[in-house]
């Protein structure tokens, strides 16, 4: 059974960084797709950056588009979201996920992966 442990969330203020880590306990496959996704109250669960397999390809949502990166040590059983210039509005759960899809091209669905971290909180106050 693969399991994913996140860390790394807590509370900052507007204008600081955080950087969350993603373990995985086994790697299901060997092609696979790594990422982050963000759910905040009352909000459905959004996709915010995503590593494709073998490091090819990388999506950022457009609502952190130069601020957040998967760093290129993201390698292997983990991944990392490097987060900087934080806003309020990036106040949310933050999820680690795996997909053994062999792209994930695109702005990510959720369903498209199929093992998930319970999350990690991440608070930004003004």
């Known amino acids: 059974q693969v399991q994913l442990v996140e860390s790394g969330g807590g509370s900052v203020e507007a204008g600081g960084s955080l950087r969350l880590s993603c373990v995985a306990s086994?790697?299901?496959?060997?092609?696979?797709?790594m990422g982050w996704f963000r759910q905040a109250p009352g909000k459905e669960r959004e996709g915010v950056a995503v590593?494709?397999?073998?490091?090819?390809?990388?999506y950022y949502a457009d609502s952190v588009k130069g601020r957040f990166t998967i760093p290129q040590e993201s390698v292997k059983n983990t991944v990392y979201l490097q987060m900087n210039s934080l806003r309020p509005e990036d106040t949310a759960i933050y999820y680690c996920?795996?997909?053994?899809?062999?792209?994930?091209?695109?702005?990510?669905?959720?369903?498209?992966?199929?093992?998930w971290g319970e999350g990690t909180q991440v608070t930004v106050s003004s």
């Open positions: 996920a795996i997909s053994t899809r062999t792209s994930c091209i695109g702005r990510p669905d959720s369903k498209w992966f199929n093992y």
């Open positions: 086994e790697l299901p496959g060997r092609s696979l797709c």
């Open positions: 590593l494709g397999p073998g490091g090819r390809s990388t």
